[in-house]
């Protein structure tokens, strides 16, 4: 069982920028694709970005596109999501997941999950 453990979320003023970390139990850096989601209150689950297990590609939505940036460290088993030119459309809590294979951009083919950071953005 593949534990995920985000942190780095917090409040921040518009403009401003945030790194998400999400660190795993074991080394799913090159074997799994992590990706990161987020859900605000009365919304669904939504995808931000993705990397790939081999060739480290990268996917993202097209509201964080050239803002957001996910990367990870093979070495600390940890996946980051670097956000700058935060909005407070970006409020939410922030979800890392990992899954073996499937669509990068469907939350139910993610095998496991962490417990969610609160990110803030003010106005």
């Known amino acids: 069982q593949v534990q995920l453990v985000e942190s780095g979320g917090g409040l921040v003023q518009a403009g401003g920028s945030l790194r998400l970390s999400c660190a795993a139990s074991?080394?799913?850096?090159?074997?799994?694709?992590t990706g990161w989601f987020r859900q605000s209150p009365g919304r669904e689950r939504e995808f931000v970005a993705a990397?790939?297990?081999?060739?480290?590609?990268?996917y993202y939505a097209d509201s964080v596109k050239d803002r957001f940036a996910i990367s990870r460290d093979n070495d600390k088993n940890t996946v980051y999501l670097l956000m700058n030119s935060l909005k407070p459309e970006d409020t939410a809590v922030y979800y890392c997941?990992?899954?073996?294979?499937?669509?990068?951009?469907?939350?139910?083919?993610?095998?496991?999950w962490g417990q969610g950071t609160q990110v803030t953005v003010s106005s």
């Open positions: 990397l790939t297990a081999i060739g480290a590609r990268t």
């Open positions: 074991e080394r799913i850096t090159n074997s799994y694709h």
């Open positions: 997941a990992a899954m073996k294979s499937g669509n990068v951009y469907y939350s139910q083919d993610y095998d496991y």
